[in-house]
């Protein structure tokens, strides 16, 4: 019950702090996968992915004792701490890629060489889950320590008007920089009493900020394609309207013609007559009402809106 | 009595009821075709009116009004080319006959206001 999750139970001061960065968690895991599932957005279900892999990243820390090598007892422990460092650096990488689109290549930092670390982080992940010795404990978290420092830099190099890219931008900037300095105090390179007592706190801190980040650009993600949608589906009737308009315009001249032939024929029709042209001059407002729609219509839009019997002809 | 005015449009009505308005108003004989290919078989005829009114769609797979407009040209027709359209101005077939300098009636006309602007076009 030493651990930070442990104190859940015991300390009123850490069960908020916890239950407040566990409560945000989840409600942004949560709301992702839901947005993921209305709006079909990748990074939305690569930001859950990454909202899990840090959350039970830091599950693992909390229950690891500063050095790798005092879990000798612990061969499963070892092998899910390896785990859970592999899955976060997976998960920001699918994330990154998918978000972050064209990729923000700086100097030698390309598509390639980001894609080579994920690659050779991966890599010794996967042999440290099979030999779990100290020597490859050491080189993996160098690599994820590389992984997100460059991370960091794609963060700040990437440029975007866009609210919800801004968001994971910052969210994202935040995540790597409390992943990269956790583990160096942790293994004592930045040696500090004062960072040592809050090391904890500084991983729940970087989690929850990642998270309500993370929240925040999922909603400005979902208001963008409300957005975009309802913008569509007025373009949508726009183009409905001027079919309509294009399929009417013919019998309306045909109309107005007839009618003219009519009065020279059957001129004692007049009273008649009048009104079919009384008629004609209301269609002919609904008509030029309906023309104001024009400029709105996208003519590269092949689909039609309005279904017409086969037998109608224009 | 040689025709003196062209239609090519496709519907059928608006075709007929034409060539009824232009003789009982104008007193002129008018020739309608709904396809280019008719208009081809008729060369000659054609080529003796004064003016040529085109709709500018004529139905899907079909040739346009624009290329009517260029087989005319093509042929030395020297009587005015009008495109009678229900199309809007920003339609691409309208942008097209737009491009060409041809000049463009709009869909519905009042039946005075078109008798009276083909009037104009014969003298011409």
């Known amino acids: 019950m030493n651990s930070l999750l442990g104190s859940l139970l015991l300390t009123t001061e850490s069960s908020v702090i916890l239950g407040f960065?566990?409560?945000?968690?989840?409600?942004?895991?949560?709301?992702?996968?839901?947005?993921?599932f209305k709006f079909r957005h990748q990074s939305l279900l690569n930001l859950s992915l990454a909202i899990f892999a840090f959350q039970f990243m830091m599950v693992m820390y909390d229950?690891?004792?500063?050095?790798?090598?005092?879990?000798?007892?612990?061969?499963?422990?070892?092998?899910?701490?390896?785990f859970s460092g592999g899955l976060i650096v997976y998960?920001?990488?699918?994330?990154?890629?998918?978000?972050?689109?064209?990729?923000?290549?700086?100097?030698?930092?390309?598509s390639r060489f980001y894609k080579?670390?994920?690659?050779?982080?991966?890599?010794?992940?996967?042999?440290?889950?099979?030999?779990?010795?100290?020597?490859?404990?050491?080189?993996a978290s160098l690599a994820n320590i590389i992984f997100y420092v460059t991370t960091l830099i794609l963060c700040i190099r990437y440029k975007s008007k866009n609210t919800s890219t801004l968001m994971l931008r910052i969210g994202c900037g935040i995540g790597v920089v409390g992943?990269?300095?956790?583990?160096?105090?942790?293994?004592?390179?930045?040696?500090?009493?004062?960072?040592?007592?809050?090391?904890?706190?500084?991983?729940?801190?970087?989690?929850t900020l990642f998270s309500i980040f993370s929240l925040v650009g999922a909603l400005e993600l979902g208001r963008d394609y409300l957005d975009r949608a309802e913008k569509a589906s007025l373009r949508n009737m726009a183009r409905a309207f001027i079919q309509l308009r294009d399929l009417v315009n013919t019998p309306f001249q045909t109309i107005d013609l007839t009618v003219q032939l009519i009065r020279q024929r059957h001129p004692e029709e007049d009273a008649a007559i009048q009104k079919i042209?009384?008629?004609?001059?209301?269609?002919?407002?609904?008509?030029?009402?309906?023309?104001?729609y024009e400029d709105s219509v996208d003519w590269e839009q092949t689909e039609n809106f309005i279904e017409v019997d086969p037998l109608v002809k224009k | 009595m040689a025709a003196s005015i062209t239609f090519l449009e496709d519907n059928e009505e608006l075709r007929e009821v034409l060539s009824?308005?232009?003789?009982?108003?104008?007193g002129e004989e008018a020739l309608s075709f709904s396809r280019l290919a008719d208009l081809i078989e008729h060369?000659?005829?054609?080529?003796?009116?004064?003016?040529?009114?085109?709709?500018?769609?004529?139905?899907s797979d079909q040739p346009t009004g624009v290329d009517a407009f260029h087989w005319l040209k093509s042929q030395g027709y020297t009587g005015k080319i009008c495109f009678l359209t229900g199309h809007g101005k920003t339609h691409p077939m309208l942008q097209a006959a737009c491009d060409i300098g041809a000049e463009i009636w709009t869909k519905p006309m009042y039946a005075n206001a078109l008798c009276e602007a083909i009037r104009t076009a014969i003298k011409k």
């Open chain 1, 179 to 207: 992943l990269s300095v956790y583990p160096l105090i942790r293994t004592g390179i930045i040696s500090s009493h004062y960072l040592w007592g809050i090391n904890n706190y500084i991983l729940i801190f970087t989690i």
């Open chain 1, 116 to 139: 080579t670390l994920v690659i050779t982080a991966l890599s010794i992940r996967f042999a440290g889950i099979v030999y779990p010795t100290v020597v490859l404990f050491r080189m």
């Open chain 1, 277 to 292: 042209e009384n008629s004609l001059e209301t269609l002919r407002r609904v008509d030029a009402a309906l023309a104001k």
């Open chain 2, 20 to 26: 009824e308005v232009t003789k009982s108003e104008l």
């Open chain 1, 21 to 36: 960065s566990l409560a945000i968690c989840v409600l942004a895991c949560l709301l992702c996968i839901s947005f993921y």
């Open chain 1, 63 to 82: 229950h690891m004792p500063a050095q790798f090598s005092a879990l000798q007892n612990e061969p499963i422990l070892k092998r899910l701490t390896h």
């Open chain 2, 43 to 59: 060369r000659a005829e054609v080529l003796q009116t004064k003016v040529a009114i085109l709709d500018i769609n004529l139905g």
């Open chain 1, 91 to 110: 998960a920001f990488y699918r994330l990154f890629v998918s978000a972050f689109q064209p990729f923000p290549a700086f100097k030698f930092v390309t």
